[in-house]
């Protein structure tokens, strides 16, 4: 190695508080992961997510957990605007043994009074890349929609026909103006970009 390639400075380590740690393990049965998740109990973490004999365990960073809180309460904030019977349920673990899936969305909704077995819409923020593929996971589930945040981006996929479709708007939500909605997601001040969304649904 040339001195001038030794002199080179070497990236910093990412600071451990800003990725998700996630841990796959495989050869996992459903009742393997079933006790597992029951013996978690209440906790938050770890996240798990199985599908056909493959967990995989995930650990939120802070940036993941600020822009899961906030999409949460900017979605609420349009729902309650709108007129929309949006009830939340967070975290909520959704598993079926017949169809070997199970997982808990980073925020999911049902629209109505009704209470579901599964949740209409579930939220997803990829901060750090999954080990799973999720989609094939609510797809088994049968979850009608969910909104993936990725770099910036919202997109939709919409359950027709027994597989998931990208689709330029929400199915459930129409009128649901994604661009607008994006636009506040990093805001640093929670409560300000909330209040400062809220009204500009309301002069709309």
Do not use: N
Request: glycine content about 8%; proline content about 7%.
């Amino acid at each position: 190695m040339s001195e001038a390639a030794a002199a080179q400075p070497t990236d910093p380590p990412p600071d451990p508080s800003r990725v998700d740690h996630r841990v796959l393990l495989r050869g996992v049965t459903y009742a393997q992961y079933e006790a597992l998740a029951d013996a978690r109990g209440e906790s938050a973490v770890p996240r798990m997510t199985y599908l056909g004999g493959e967990l995989e365990l995930m650990s939120p960073s802070i940036d993941h957990e600020s822009i899961k809180t906030m999409w949460a309460r900017l979605l609420e904030a349009y729902g309650e605007e709108a007129g929309i019977e949006l009830a939340g349920f967070g975290s909520w673990t959704v598993r079926s043994e017949p169809a070997e899936r199970g997982l808990e969305p980073d925020e999911c909704y049902v629209i109505g009074a009704v209470r579901k077995p599964v949740p209409d819409i579930a939220l997803e923020v990829v901060w750090t890349s999954g080990l799973l593929d999720k989609l094939e996971v609510y797809r088994g589930l049968g979850v009608h929609e969910v909104h993936v945040w990725r770099d910036g981006r919202i997109s939709i996929h919409v359950l027709q026909g027994g597989r998931y479709q990208s689709a330029p708007r929400s199915d459930l939500l129409p009128d649901l103006d994604l661009d607008l909605l994006t636009s506040y997601l990093l805001r640093p001040d929670q409560t300000a970009a909330v209040r400062e969304y809220r009204a500009l649904l309301r002069k709309s």
